[in-house]
């Protein structure tokens, strides 16, 4: 459309002036000519530009994806450096389980884990970024909850991460538990999430008044409870684990054994967009059923001859699953190669660095845990 | 006559145009490609576009257009009116369809219902009662208020401290000229979100944890959670504030005396100090014979836990207010200092000479001959700074002061997700607070203008 509104522009640009400018009348009747066959040719380019659209059903359905197709990179909007879950290195590369939920939307779509362009946002910023388009898929630990999923033009496609929120004390204090909190205490947090109400409902519950500290930037908020300005940092647990190890002495603080609230963290996107939201929703799905079936980055090309139904349809070998989503039939495959089931991503950003070493809830129904996905059938 | 038939074709394409868009929505909907929309409000464009060709078809029907006169033809004189026009609204269009059109196709519903709803998160600092229980629209007001501090606080101390500074800037003192311009150079050059960062971070950083303050005046106490002050509990405040009512009153009565006295028989009498003494005596009668009486609630040393203490009792003003309000003011007073060394400035060296020829004192040449006149150059700039000052407030979100912006551009927006109406509104209120400042500043700089009879 831009393409053929510049050519239509050019059309009156480059004639026009030199139309209202040229006093012999003859002269003009040549430019109006020239003004009307171009016009001419221009609706005929148009009308048949748009007569030999080809393109797949699917493709023409989603918006998103045709677009994401056409620039060749999945655009993701992450955190602006949480460790384990999206941080960058000094190089720029990013790391952590929600940037895999992106890196696997772009091996699924764009057959390359690489194609990916991160957006660091704010939780202030990450809901408009997505619902204004600038980003497509948002995976930055948003908890879903009711409000988010039904009120605001998103739609949460899954969890990848089973937590919920805790607090961070001083070792020195002596505080071992959330009983031991007193009037006055100060508890430093972020603006613009889930944990500003859980932990209005926390301490409202428990009836102790506090003084809620609340930044914009979640390194603002380290940076102030590290110095002694509160005597608290609560967020996810899992954030509390990631920032402990970017305090000035890790050791000194420790996390409290009570969670006070559920936070499922998940990718979200547009509404409105269901075949969009139904690759993104499979992508995470894939790689959590992966590791269900024990298919990993390293033995998924050998899988395509099991004997197991399932897994081959996982790994592409039979069935035609792709299809419903306008992608071709090893995307799965691309997805379990490229970036790894859930218990390799998790192993690699969580677990291997210190941040969580025990999965928790986050194992595999068949291990205890809470992980369980639809099957890809 | 060939023209004229073209003119009307092109006239009934854009009336055509113009109806169909109008009555069957966009015929062209399925051809944008992006979902930003942007095709809609330039589609709109083109029963524009289409008239205007008619137009200038019309024109050329009548009149044969030639590079002799079309200097003087009314195409040059409208043309430049017309795109500027064009221009203009096609902006508004384009940003209206846009949002409407992606509202509408991600099932987000325009409306300020959300206003009345619970807002179910607490605030760190208010001056008037809140709760989360509270609605939104009361979060809002709050948080207005905490802004309205922060840039009232802010404006008084840079208006002290710039007058101060920008008259030491003129000081003959070798010592007091120097440091006042270093300090201007300083704080003037200096980005003010820095600024605010260095008082959070490194100033109010390197104060003690509560366990280990001193007092400071005895009483109140300087930490890194705050300065702990002592609150006065008052018996019969009201006596009181009506006996300092009764003593201003009094001292303007003998303001008016003493200036009567002057101008008629010549003589002086200290009338500040008279002042001074009634300020003090009158209220402080009150609390021998009114039955008022002030008691301290003085903060005390609390126990959190094993390390963590704070003060309880009294009066906390979080350390954020301190660092925003010092960097606000610290920063915007140097702008006001440059007002006031203009102001002075520009005032005429025969003014300073004559009114020393006369045998006033240096003080009094300063209050009664330049100031009054220098006041009219102060002023108008001055208003800027302050409009300056009430905007940059907004900074406070860096460090968690609950202003405006944080509380109900932040958390509120969150919360609830209507960005356009909470963003429009928090423009509107910056917009209302800076109109209300000038407008005062307006009215004042019209009570000290000269009055030309």
């Known amino acids: ?377 | 006559m060939k023209f004229r038939i073209l003119a009307y074709l092109f006239f009934f394409v854009g009336i055509a145009d113009l109806f169909i868009k109008i009555f069957y929505g966009n015929i062209f909907s399925d051809l944008t490609e992006d979902y930003y929309e942007i095709a809609n409000p330039i589609l709109v464009f083109t029963p524009v576009l289409f008239f205007s060709i008619g137009g200038i078809f019309l024109k050329e029907s009548k009149v044969s257009l030639t590079l002799e006169n079309f200097g003087t033809s009314r195409i040059k004189y409208y043309s430049p009116q017309f795109i500027c026009l064009s221009v203009v609204v096609l902006i508004f269009l384009f940003f209206t369809f846009n949002a409407q059109m992606n509202m509408e196709n991600r099932g987000i519903d325009f409306g300020f219902g959300f206003l009345t709803q619970e807002a179910s998160f607490d605030m760190q600092f208010s001056l008037m009662d809140y709760d989360g229980q509270d609605p939104y629209w009361w979060a809002y007001v709050v948080a207005l208020l905490n802004t309205l501090l922060v840039a009232v606080l802010g404006i008084i101390f840079c208006t002290i401290i710039g007058v101060i500074v920008g008259i030491a800037r003129l000081s003959p003192n070798f010592l007091i000229r120097n440091s006042a311009a270093w300090y201007v150079e300083f704080f003037r050059n200096i980005p003010l979100l820095l600024q605010i960062f260095f008082w959070y971070y490194a100033a109010l950083r390197a104060l003690p944890l509560p366990q280990d303050a001193s007092p400071l005046f005895g009483v109140t106490y300087l930490t890194i959670k705050g300065y702990y002050m002592p609150a006065f509990i008052w018996n019969n405040l009201n006596i009181f504030l009506y006996s300092i009512l009764a003593a201003i009153i009094a001292i303007i009565f003998i303001r008016y005396y003493a200036n009567k006295l002057r101008d008629n028989e010549g003589k002086q009498i200290p009338v500040f100090y008279i002042s001074l003494i009634i300020l003090f005596i009158l209220p402080a009668l009150t609390f021998l014979a009114g039955g008022v009486s002030l008691n301290f609630e003085i903060p005390v040393l609390k126990q959190l836990s094993a390390t963590s203490f704070i003060y309880d009792g009294g009066i906390a003003v979080p350390p954020e207010l301190i660092a925003l309000t010092l960097a606000l003011s610290l920063y915007t007073a140097t702008f006001v200092a440059e007002c006031v060394r203009a102001g002075i400035q520009g005032i005429s060296k025969g003014q300073k000479e004559a009114a020393a020829s006369l045998g006033l004192t240096p003080n009094q040449v300063l209050k009664l001959v330049i100031m009054p006149q220098a006041l009219r150059i102060i002023i108008p700039p001055t208003t800027n700074q302050y409009l300056n000052l009430t905007k940059n407030s907004s900074l406070a979100a860096a460090i968690a002061y609950p202003d405006l912006v944080l509380v109900f551009a932040g958390t509120a927006l969150m919360q609830t997700g209507r960005a356009i109406e909470i963003v429009s509104i928090t423009m509107l209120t910056y917009l209302s607070i800076s109109l209300a400042i000038a407008a005062l500043m307006n009215w004042y700089n019209k009570l000290i203008e000269i009055k030309e009879k």
């Open chain 1, 1 to 377: 459309m831009s393409y053929s509104l510049s050519a239509l522009l050019n059309i009156f640009k480059n004639n026009l002036f030199e139309y209202l400018l040229t006093n012999k009348r003859t002269r003009r009747g040549i430019i109006m000519f020239k003004i009307i066959k171009q016009f001419t040719s221009f609706v005929a380019m148009v009308a048949v530009l748009f007569a030999f659209t080809t393109e797949t059903m699917a493709a023409k359905k989603s918006k998103t994806l045709k677009n994401t197709q056409k620039k060749g990179f999945v655009r993701c909007g992450v955190s602006q450096g949480l460790p384990g879950f999206s941080n960058a290195d000094a190089s720029g590369n990013w790391t952590g389980v929600d940037v895999d939920v992106c890196r696997a939307v772009a091996a699924a779509v764009l057959g390359d884990a690489n194609k990916v362009k991160f957006t660091p946002l704010s939780a202030k910023e990450r809901f408009t970024a997505l619902t204004s388009g600038e980003i497509d898929v948002l995976s930055r630990n948003t908890t879903w909850t009711l409000s988010r999923d039904a009120d605001i033009g998103l739609t949460f496609v899954g969890v990848n991460f089973y937590d919920g929120q805790g607090f961070m004390v001083r070792k020195s204090s002596g505080i071992t538990s959330t009983s031991q909190f007193k009037d006055g205490i100060s508890a430093c947090t972020n603006i613009g999430t889930t944990t500003e109400l859980n932990m209005r409902d926390f301490f409202n519950s428990k009836g102790i008044s506090y003084e809620p500290v609340a930044f914009e930037k979640a390194d603002e908020v380290v940076a102030a409870y590290d110095a002694g300005r509160c005597d608290t940092y609560t967020t996810d647990k899992s954030g509390l684990a990631a920032q402990r190890t970017k305090m000035s002495n890790p050791d000194e603080h420790i996390v409290l054994p009570e969670t006070i609230s559920k936070e499922p963290l998940g990718p979200v996107v547009r509404q409105g967009d269901s075949v969009w939201e139904d690759i993104v929703r499979w992508s995470l799905n894939t790689m959590i059923e992966a590791e269900e079936y024990g298919i990993t980055s390293a033995n998924a090309d050998s899988m395509k001859t099991s004997d197991n139904p399932a897994i081959k349809r996982l790994v592409g070998a039979e069935g035609e699953l792709g299809a419903a989503f306008g992608l071709d039939n090893e995307w799965s495959l691309r997805i379990i190669k490229q970036v790894g089931n859930y218990g390799e991503s998790y192993k690699r950003n969580i677990a291997d660095p210190g941040i969580l070493p025990d999965r928790g809830p986050n194992e595999l129904w068949t291990k205890g845990g809470i992980l369980y996905v639809p099957p890809a059938r």
